[in-house]
Structure formats: structure tokens, C-alpha cells
């Protein structure tokens, strides 16, 4: 089904989660295995900017606009259409998305 997965052009699954197609005789990615890993994604970019959050909470400031904008960008990413055409929001370029070290404090 077309609309259920997308065609990879490969002799072997490059992916466990792949399955052979019969009728299109090709390996595809399941819709829904592409969207578990949409989420993985989308979850490991939330937590890169946790720390953000709580430091925010720990001085009794408000998170940034931007940061508030990016981080809801990346809730909505699963409300997205199509799981193999994400469009992934980019994070604020004014500060670097690492949390700081205890050297840094």
C-alpha cells in the first residue's frame, strides 16, 4: 500500500523494520515503524533541552519565547501528515542546545 509505506530501492532491508513488498517486490518501511522513529527523534530532542527548563524554574524566570516556540514545535512534529517528510523545526541559534557542564556554572 503506497500510502502505508515508502519504497526503499535495495536488494536487502537496510533496515530490520523493513518488510518485503511482493507486489512492488521491494524492501518498504512501514508507515508506523517510521513513526516510532519520528518519536525517538523528536523525544531526544525535547530532553536535549530540558535542562533549559528547569534552569529557567530553579531562577524563577520564564523559559524564552524562542525555546517555548521550539519545544512545542517538536510536540506538534507527530501531527504531521507524512512520517517520511518530517519537517523538523530548528532550534534557536542564539544558544547552543548542550546543557552546561559543572564547569561552566
Known sequence: ???SSKLIDKKRPTDPAQVF???A???VMPAGAQW????RERDRLMSATD???TRA???GQALAPEWVAYRQALRDVPLQPDPFAIDWPAA????STEA???AQH
Open 100 to 102: 552546561p557542564t559543572e
Open 51 to 53: 535542562w533549559r527548563v
Open 57 to 59: 524554574m530553579e531562577i
Open 21 to 23: 513488498d511482493l507486489a
Open 92 to 95: 534557536p541559534a542564539d544558544e
Open 25 to 27: 517486490c521491494c524492501w
Open 1 to 3: 500500500d503506497s500510502q
Open 36 to 39: 516510532e522513529r519520528v518519536r
